[in-house]
Protein backbone atom coordinates (compact mmCIF):
# COMPACT_ATOMS: atom_id res chain seq x y z
CA UNK A 1 0.00 0.00 0.00
CA UNK A 2 2.89 2.20 0.92
CA UNK A 3 4.62 1.49 -1.95
CA UNK A 4 2.10 2.42 -4.31
CA UNK A 5 1.18 5.57 -2.50
CA UNK A 6 4.75 6.66 -3.05
CA UNK A 7 4.45 5.49 -6.77
CA UNK A 8 1.40 7.88 -6.96
CA UNK A 9 2.70 11.21 -5.05
CA UNK A 10 5.52 11.05 -7.01
CA UNK A 11 3.83 11.72 -10.25
CA UNK A 12 4.64 15.30 -9.85
CA UNK A 13 8.37 16.81 -9.67
CA UNK A 14 8.49 20.03 -8.11
CA UNK A 15 12.48 19.95 -8.81
CA UNK A 16 12.90 19.86 -12.35
CA UNK A 17 15.04 22.52 -12.89
CA UNK A 18 17.28 20.35 -10.88
CA UNK A 19 17.49 18.16 -13.90
CA UNK A 20 20.18 18.12 -16.13
CA UNK A 21 20.68 16.07 -19.00
CA UNK A 22 24.73 15.98 -18.57
CA UNK A 23 27.13 16.48 -15.87
CA UNK A 24 30.94 15.78 -15.38
CA UNK A 25 31.02 15.66 -12.18
CA UNK A 26 28.90 14.33 -8.96
CA UNK A 27 29.30 15.40 -5.55
CA UNK A 28 29.36 13.76 -2.67
CA UNK A 29 30.13 13.34 1.19
CA UNK A 30 31.01 10.66 3.24
CA UNK A 31 31.18 9.75 6.78
CA UNK A 32 33.17 7.65 8.61
CA UNK A 33 33.54 6.20 11.98
CA UNK A 34 36.02 4.38 13.94
CA UNK A 35 35.90 1.03 14.66
CA UNK A 36 37.21 0.50 18.07
CA UNK A 37 34.88 3.06 19.82
CA UNK A 38 31.60 4.74 18.67
CA UNK A 39 31.93 7.47 20.95
CA UNK A 40 35.33 9.01 19.15
CA UNK A 41 34.44 11.60 16.48
CA UNK A 42 33.45 10.93 12.94
CA UNK A 43 35.50 11.88 10.20
CA UNK A 44 33.83 13.73 7.21
CA UNK A 45 35.08 13.94 3.77
CA UNK A 46 33.62 15.93 0.66
CA UNK A 47 34.87 15.69 -2.84
CA UNK A 48 33.88 15.49 -6.51
CA UNK A 49 34.19 12.44 -8.56
CA UNK A 50 34.27 12.21 -12.45
CA UNK A 51 30.22 10.92 -13.58
CA UNK A 52 32.58 7.62 -15.28
CA UNK A 53 33.78 6.78 -11.90
CA UNK A 54 30.07 6.83 -10.03
CA UNK A 55 30.00 2.73 -10.03
CA UNK A 56 33.74 2.42 -9.12
CA UNK A 57 33.12 4.76 -5.88
CA UNK A 58 29.85 2.67 -5.61
CA UNK A 59 31.82 -0.33 -5.14
CA UNK A 60 34.46 0.98 -2.92
CA UNK A 61 35.30 -1.14 0.12
CA UNK A 62 33.43 0.14 3.55
CA UNK A 63 36.59 0.06 5.63
CA UNK A 64 39.79 2.41 5.26
CA UNK A 65 42.79 4.25 7.28
CA UNK A 66 43.43 6.91 8.78
CA UNK A 67 46.07 8.15 11.04
CA UNK A 68 44.12 7.43 14.39
CA UNK A 69 42.94 4.38 13.04
CA UNK A 70 41.15 1.78 10.98
CA UNK A 71 37.32 3.60 10.40
CA UNK A 72 33.93 2.16 8.13
CA UNK A 73 31.86 3.96 6.18
CA UNK A 74 28.81 4.55 7.94
CA UNK A 75 27.11 7.43 5.65
CA UNK A 76 27.34 8.35 1.55
CA UNK A 77 25.68 11.98 0.44
CA UNK A 78 25.53 12.96 -3.00
CA UNK A 79 24.51 16.44 -3.40
CA UNK A 80 21.68 17.35 -6.24
CA UNK A 81 21.86 21.21 -7.39
CA UNK A 82 24.16 23.95 -8.17
CA UNK A 83 27.38 24.75 -6.43
CA UNK A 84 27.72 28.71 -6.92
CA UNK A 85 31.65 28.31 -6.61
CA UNK A 86 31.84 26.47 -9.64
CA UNK A 87 28.07 27.53 -11.23
CA UNK A 88 28.03 24.22 -12.69
CA UNK A 89 25.10 21.78 -11.38
CA UNK A 90 25.47 18.06 -10.42
CA UNK A 91 24.09 15.46 -11.27
CA UNK A 92 23.20 14.54 -14.41
CA UNK A 93 19.62 12.63 -14.77
CA UNK A 94 20.93 8.92 -15.66
CA UNK A 95 23.42 9.43 -12.84
CA UNK A 96 21.04 10.11 -10.03
CA UNK A 97 18.28 7.78 -11.41
CA UNK A 98 20.98 4.98 -11.30
CA UNK A 99 22.07 6.09 -7.71
CA UNK A 100 18.16 5.97 -6.65
CA UNK A 101 18.45 2.13 -7.93
CA UNK A 102 21.01 1.16 -6.63
CA UNK A 103 20.44 2.54 -3.03
CA UNK A 104 16.27 1.34 -3.37
CA UNK A 105 15.52 4.89 -3.38
CA UNK A 106 13.37 5.26 -6.58
CA UNK A 107 10.15 5.66 -5.14
CA UNK A 108 11.43 7.48 -2.15
CA UNK A 109 13.05 9.86 -4.24
CA UNK A 110 10.05 10.31 -6.33
CA UNK A 111 8.10 10.91 -3.83
CA UNK A 112 10.24 13.65 -2.24
CA UNK A 113 10.47 15.30 -5.59
CA UNK A 114 6.65 15.94 -5.30
CA UNK A 115 6.20 16.69 -1.68
CA UNK A 116 5.91 20.19 -0.82
CA UNK A 117 6.79 19.63 2.90
CA UNK A 118 6.45 16.81 5.42
CA UNK A 119 8.21 13.48 5.97
CA UNK A 120 7.27 9.61 5.58
CA UNK A 121 8.93 6.16 5.91
CA UNK A 122 9.03 2.67 4.06
CA UNK A 123 10.78 -0.67 4.77
CA UNK A 124 12.28 -1.90 1.12
CA UNK A 125 13.41 -4.91 1.76
CA UNK A 126 16.01 -4.73 4.44
CA UNK A 127 16.27 -1.24 4.14
CA UNK A 128 14.40 1.15 5.91
CA UNK A 129 13.99 4.25 3.65
CA UNK A 130 13.17 8.21 4.48
CA UNK A 131 12.15 11.29 3.69
CA UNK A 132 12.38 14.98 4.33
CA UNK A 133 10.51 17.54 1.78
CA UNK A 134 10.47 21.14 2.24
CA UNK A 135 10.03 23.17 -1.08
CA UNK A 136 11.94 24.68 -2.34
CA UNK A 137 14.86 24.99 0.43
CA UNK A 138 15.45 21.01 0.92
CA UNK A 139 14.38 18.01 -0.04
CA UNK A 140 16.78 14.58 1.48
CA UNK A 141 15.34 10.96 0.45
CA UNK A 142 17.73 8.35 2.20
CA UNK A 143 17.59 4.75 3.11
CA UNK A 144 19.76 2.91 6.32
CA UNK A 145 21.10 -0.98 6.29
CA UNK A 146 23.06 -2.16 8.85
CA UNK A 147 25.18 -3.39 6.00
CA UNK A 148 25.53 -0.29 4.20
CA UNK A 149 25.10 2.21 6.47
CA UNK A 150 23.29 5.22 5.37
CA UNK A 151 23.00 6.28 1.66
CA UNK A 152 21.12 10.01 1.20
CA UNK A 153 19.94 11.70 -1.77
CA UNK A 154 20.20 15.71 -0.72
CA UNK A 155 18.78 18.45 -3.12
CA UNK A 156 19.84 21.63 -1.52
CA UNK A 157 21.95 24.61 -3.18
CA UNK A 158 22.70 28.39 -1.97
CA UNK A 159 22.23 28.68 2.18
CA UNK A 160 20.99 25.41 2.81
CA UNK A 161 23.84 23.48 1.15
CA UNK A 162 26.41 25.97 2.93
CA UNK A 163 24.68 25.00 6.27
CA UNK A 164 24.63 21.49 5.65
CA UNK A 165 27.99 21.27 4.64
CA UNK A 166 29.05 23.32 8.00
CA UNK A 167 27.01 21.02 10.34
CA UNK A 168 28.90 18.29 9.10
CA UNK A 169 32.27 19.09 9.43
CA UNK A 170 31.62 19.63 13.30
CA UNK A 171 33.08 17.23 15.50
CA UNK A 172 30.29 14.23 15.42
CA UNK A 173 30.21 11.08 17.61
CA UNK A 174 30.53 7.87 15.73
CA UNK A 175 27.36 6.58 17.53
CA UNK A 176 25.71 9.60 16.47
CA UNK A 177 26.33 10.26 12.70
CA UNK A 178 25.26 5.80 12.57
CA UNK A 179 22.06 6.72 13.55
CA UNK A 180 19.33 5.74 10.63
CA UNK A 181 17.97 9.21 11.53
CA UNK A 182 21.18 11.10 11.53
CA UNK A 183 20.03 12.98 8.13
CA UNK A 184 16.56 13.72 9.44
CA UNK A 185 18.31 15.48 12.36
CA UNK A 186 20.68 17.81 9.96
CA UNK A 187 17.58 18.66 8.30
CA UNK A 188 15.69 19.87 11.43
CA UNK A 189 18.96 21.25 12.50
CA UNK A 190 19.00 23.51 8.88
CA UNK A 191 15.60 24.74 8.92
CA UNK A 192 15.78 26.01 13.01
CA UNK A 193 18.93 27.93 11.67
CA UNK A 194 17.42 29.10 8.78
CA UNK A 195 14.06 30.16 10.92
CA UNK A 196 15.96 32.06 13.32
CA UNK A 197 17.99 33.67 10.29
CA UNK A 198 14.55 35.17 9.15
CA UNK A 199 13.35 36.21 12.23
CA UNK A 200 16.59 38.36 13.18
CA UNK A 201 16.12 39.94 9.37
CA UNK A 202 12.42 40.75 9.77
CA UNK A 203 12.90 41.93 13.44
CA UNK A 204 15.64 44.17 11.97
CA UNK A 205 13.05 45.23 9.07
CA UNK A 206 10.22 45.68 11.76
CA UNK A 207 12.81 47.77 13.85
CA UNK A 208 13.72 50.61 11.47
CA UNK A 209 10.21 50.53 9.90
CA UNK A 210 8.86 50.93 13.92
CA UNK A 211 11.60 53.41 14.27
CA UNK A 212 9.96 56.31 10.89
CA UNK A 213 6.73 55.92 12.13
CA UNK A 214 6.81 56.58 15.89
CA UNK A 215 4.60 53.55 16.72
CA UNK A 216 6.15 51.85 19.55
CA UNK A 217 7.05 52.32 23.18
CA UNK A 218 11.00 51.30 23.44
CA UNK A 219 13.06 53.72 25.32
CA UNK A 220 16.10 52.90 23.29
CA UNK A 221 14.20 53.08 20.09
CA UNK A 222 15.96 56.30 18.47
CA UNK A 223 13.48 58.15 15.72
CA UNK A 224 15.23 58.90 12.19
CA UNK A 225 13.60 61.08 9.70
CA UNK A 226 10.09 60.56 9.15
CA UNK A 227 8.72 57.71 6.63
CA UNK A 228 6.23 60.75 5.26
CA UNK A 229 6.95 60.30 1.70
CA UNK A 230 7.94 57.04 1.70
CA UNK A 231 4.66 55.28 3.33
CA UNK A 232 3.78 53.52 0.60
CA UNK A 233 6.99 51.65 0.08
CA UNK A 234 7.30 51.39 3.98
CA UNK A 235 3.66 49.19 3.70
CA UNK A 236 4.77 47.26 0.96
CA UNK A 237 7.77 46.02 2.76
CA UNK A 238 5.95 45.39 5.82
CA UNK A 239 3.71 43.18 3.64
CA UNK A 240 6.20 41.38 2.43
CA UNK A 241 7.75 40.70 5.90
CA UNK A 242 4.35 39.27 6.79
CA UNK A 243 3.63 37.25 3.75
CA UNK A 244 8.02 35.88 5.17
CA UNK A 245 6.68 35.14 8.18
CA UNK A 246 3.63 32.95 7.04
CA UNK A 247 6.39 30.92 5.10
CA UNK A 248 8.50 31.08 8.48
CA UNK A 249 5.53 29.30 10.52
CA UNK A 250 5.14 27.06 7.51
CA UNK A 251 9.12 26.20 7.89
CA UNK A 252 8.34 25.56 11.87
CA UNK A 253 5.72 22.90 11.51
CA UNK A 254 8.20 21.00 9.33
CA UNK A 255 10.38 21.37 11.67
CA UNK A 256 7.93 20.28 14.69
CA UNK A 257 7.21 17.03 11.96
CA UNK A 258 10.76 15.99 11.60
CA UNK A 259 11.36 16.46 15.25
CA UNK A 260 8.71 14.44 16.37
CA UNK A 261 9.58 12.21 13.21
CA UNK A 262 13.27 11.84 15.07
CA UNK A 263 11.28 10.79 18.39
CA UNK A 264 9.67 8.10 17.17
CA UNK A 265 12.21 6.33 15.26
CA UNK A 266 14.83 7.28 17.59
CA UNK A 267 12.85 5.25 20.70
CA UNK A 268 14.25 2.30 21.95
CA UNK A 269 17.91 2.45 19.73
CA UNK A 270 20.63 2.28 21.45
CA UNK A 271 22.26 5.40 20.87
CA UNK A 272 19.18 6.65 22.95
CA UNK A 273 19.99 5.63 25.83
CA UNK A 274 22.97 7.60 25.81
CA UNK A 275 22.23 11.35 28.06
CA UNK A 276 24.23 13.49 25.66
CA UNK A 277 22.88 11.54 22.58
CA UNK A 278 21.34 13.76 20.01
CA UNK A 279 18.69 11.11 19.83
CA UNK A 280 18.32 10.76 23.47
CA UNK A 281 14.70 11.98 25.15
CA UNK A 282 16.58 14.61 26.61
CA UNK A 283 18.67 15.97 23.41
CA UNK A 284 14.94 15.31 21.76
CA UNK A 285 12.92 17.25 24.50
CA UNK A 286 15.45 20.36 23.99
CA UNK A 287 14.58 20.63 19.95
CA UNK A 288 10.73 20.41 20.73
CA UNK A 289 11.52 23.32 23.61
CA UNK A 290 13.49 25.18 20.81
CA UNK A 291 10.49 25.00 18.11
CA UNK A 292 8.04 26.35 20.78
CA UNK A 293 10.16 29.12 21.59
CA UNK A 294 10.38 29.93 17.88
CA UNK A 295 6.82 30.00 17.85
CA UNK A 296 6.74 32.50 20.60
CA UNK A 297 8.88 34.44 19.08
CA UNK A 298 7.30 33.90 15.45
CA UNK A 299 4.10 34.99 17.38
CA UNK A 300 5.38 38.20 18.90
CA UNK A 301 7.26 39.27 15.32
CA UNK A 302 4.11 38.54 13.71
CA UNK A 303 2.08 40.72 16.01
CA UNK A 304 4.57 43.79 15.54
CA UNK A 305 4.69 43.03 11.96
CA UNK A 306 0.50 43.65 11.96
CA UNK A 307 0.94 46.83 14.58
CA UNK A 308 3.12 49.04 12.00
CA UNK A 309 0.75 47.85 8.76
CA UNK A 310 -2.25 49.09 10.92
CA UNK A 311 -0.10 51.96 11.77
CA UNK A 312 0.95 52.77 8.11
CA UNK A 313 -2.37 52.14 6.66
CA UNK A 314 -3.20 55.06 9.48
CA UNK A 315 -0.61 57.26 8.21
CA UNK A 316 -1.31 56.92 5.04
CA UNK A 317 -5.04 57.58 4.88
CA UNK A 318 -4.30 60.70 7.50
CA UNK A 319 -1.80 61.50 4.33
CA UNK A 320 -4.94 61.37 1.96
CA UNK A 321 -6.66 63.38 4.59
CA UNK A 322 -4.87 66.09 4.01
CA UNK A 323 -4.47 66.01 0.53
CA UNK A 324 -8.06 66.11 0.12
CA UNK A 325 -8.17 69.36 2.63
CA UNK A 326 -5.99 71.12 0.52
CA UNK A 327 -7.31 70.11 -2.44
CA UNK A 328 -10.89 71.27 -1.19
CA UNK A 329 -8.85 74.46 -0.42
CA UNK A 330 -7.80 74.71 -3.46
CA UNK A 331 -11.18 74.34 -4.73
CA UNK A 332 -12.55 76.84 -3.08
CA UNK A 333 -10.41 79.53 -3.88
CA UNK A 334 -11.05 78.55 -7.75
CA UNK A 335 -14.58 78.75 -7.27
CA UNK A 336 -13.92 82.46 -5.45
CA UNK A 337 -11.62 83.01 -8.54
CA UNK A 338 -14.71 82.22 -10.48
CA UNK A 339 -17.11 83.81 -9.13
CA UNK A 340 -14.95 86.70 -9.38
CA UNK A 341 -14.52 86.73 -12.96
CA UNK A 342 -18.15 86.15 -13.71
CA UNK A 343 -18.96 89.10 -11.95
CA UNK A 344 -16.62 90.84 -14.15
CA UNK A 345 -17.78 89.52 -17.10
CA UNK A 346 -21.48 90.49 -15.77
CA UNK A 347 -20.02 94.31 -15.86
CA UNK A 348 -17.99 94.03 -18.99
CA UNK A 349 -21.45 92.68 -20.86
CA UNK A 350 -23.18 95.65 -19.17
CA UNK A 351 -20.98 97.89 -20.28
CA UNK A 352 -21.02 96.52 -23.95
CA UNK A 353 -24.60 96.67 -23.60
CA UNK A 354 -24.71 100.29 -22.94
CA UNK A 355 -22.67 101.58 -25.55
CA UNK A 356 -23.28 98.70 -28.45
CA UNK A 357 -26.11 100.25 -29.63
CA UNK A 358 -24.32 104.09 -29.99
CA UNK A 359 -21.89 101.85 -31.47
CA UNK A 360 -24.00 100.28 -34.30
CA UNK A 361 -25.68 103.25 -34.94
CA UNK A 362 -22.29 105.57 -35.46
CA UNK A 363 -20.95 102.46 -37.84
CA UNK A 364 -24.41 102.39 -39.58
CA UNK A 365 -24.42 106.32 -40.25
CA UNK A 366 -20.89 106.17 -41.62
CA UNK A 367 -21.83 104.12 -44.59
CA UNK A 368 -21.99 105.85 -47.77
CA UNK A 369 -25.54 104.92 -47.45
CA UNK A 370 -27.16 108.62 -46.84
CA UNK A 371 -27.94 111.55 -48.46
CA UNK A 372 -25.73 113.50 -45.78
CA UNK A 373 -24.99 116.62 -48.12
CA UNK A 374 -28.89 117.31 -48.79
CA UNK A 375 -29.63 116.85 -44.83
CA UNK A 376 -27.16 120.12 -44.31
CA UNK A 377 -29.66 121.97 -47.37
CA UNK A 378 -32.92 121.36 -45.38
CA UNK A 379 -33.90 122.28 -42.13
CA UNK A 380 -35.34 119.30 -40.41
CA UNK A 381 -33.97 116.44 -39.02
CA UNK A 382 -34.70 114.19 -41.49
CA UNK A 383 -31.94 112.62 -44.22
CA UNK A 384 -32.51 110.66 -47.47
CA UNK A 385 -31.07 107.11 -48.45
CA UNK A 386 -29.40 106.17 -51.34
CA UNK A 387 -30.21 103.58 -53.14
CA UNK A 388 -27.18 101.55 -51.89
CA UNK A 389 -28.96 101.35 -48.47
CA UNK A 390 -31.65 98.40 -49.77
CA UNK A 391 -28.84 96.76 -51.20
CA UNK A 392 -27.16 96.78 -47.82
CA UNK A 393 -30.00 95.42 -45.93
CA UNK A 394 -30.91 92.72 -49.14
CA UNK A 395 -27.21 91.02 -48.57
CA UNK A 396 -26.75 91.45 -45.11
CA UNK A 397 -30.40 90.34 -44.03
CA UNK A 398 -29.81 86.84 -46.14
CA UNK A 399 -26.09 86.58 -45.00
CA UNK A 400 -27.47 86.49 -41.35
CA UNK A 401 -29.96 83.98 -41.83
CA UNK A 402 -27.30 81.50 -43.79
CA UNK A 403 -24.79 81.82 -41.02
CA UNK A 404 -28.00 80.95 -38.08
CA UNK A 405 -28.59 78.18 -40.49
CA UNK A 406 -24.97 76.34 -40.92
CA UNK A 407 -24.37 76.99 -37.18
CA UNK A 408 -27.82 75.25 -36.25
CA UNK A 409 -27.04 72.20 -38.71
CA UNK A 410 -23.79 72.39 -37.06
CA UNK A 411 -25.35 71.53 -33.76
CA UNK A 412 -27.63 69.07 -35.10
CA UNK A 413 -24.35 67.00 -36.13
CA UNK A 414 -22.82 67.23 -33.33
CA UNK A 415 -25.57 66.21 -30.97
CA UNK A 416 -25.81 63.33 -33.50
CA UNK A 417 -22.53 62.43 -33.00
CA UNK A 418 -22.81 62.42 -29.49
CA UNK A 419 -25.64 60.36 -28.95
CA UNK A 420 -24.04 57.76 -30.90
CA UNK A 421 -21.19 57.63 -29.20
CA UNK A 422 -22.85 57.27 -25.71
CA UNK A 423 -25.19 54.43 -27.44
CA UNK A 424 -22.02 52.35 -28.94
CA UNK A 425 -19.70 52.37 -25.01
CA UNK A 426 -19.70 49.74 -23.29
CA UNK A 427 -21.96 49.84 -19.76
CA UNK A 428 -19.29 49.52 -16.80
CA UNK A 429 -21.70 46.87 -14.90
CA UNK A 430 -20.91 44.59 -17.99
CA UNK A 431 -17.27 44.39 -18.01
Known amino acids: MHDSLYRHFGTQNLWEEYTVAKSPIVEVTEIWVPDDCLSLPAV ?7 TPDVDNWLDEPPARTFATGTYTRSARLVWVGEDRNRRRASPSAIVLNHLATAWGLEDALAYARGCFAGVSTLEVGERRVFTVAYHPKLAVAWSHSTAC ?21 SEWRGSTVAHPMFPGLLCSLVLAHSLDKTLAEIKAAVREVEARTGHHRFASRHETRPAAGELGSL ?66 VQQRVQIQIAALFHLIAQQDNAIAFATASATRSIAASSLQDSSSMKMLALVAMFFLPGSFVAALFSTPLFAWEDAYASDGMGVATRPQFALFWA ?16 MCVQGRRERAESHNAIPLGSV
Not at 44 to 50: R, Y
Open 44 to 50: TESKTIS
Open 149 to 169: GTCAIVFAEGEERTDLLRILS
Open 235 to 300: SAHMSGCAAKLANGTRKMKVVEAVNDFLAQHASGTASSCVQDDPFSPASLALLRHRVAMQEVDTTY
Open 395 to 410: VTAPLTVLVFLAYSLW
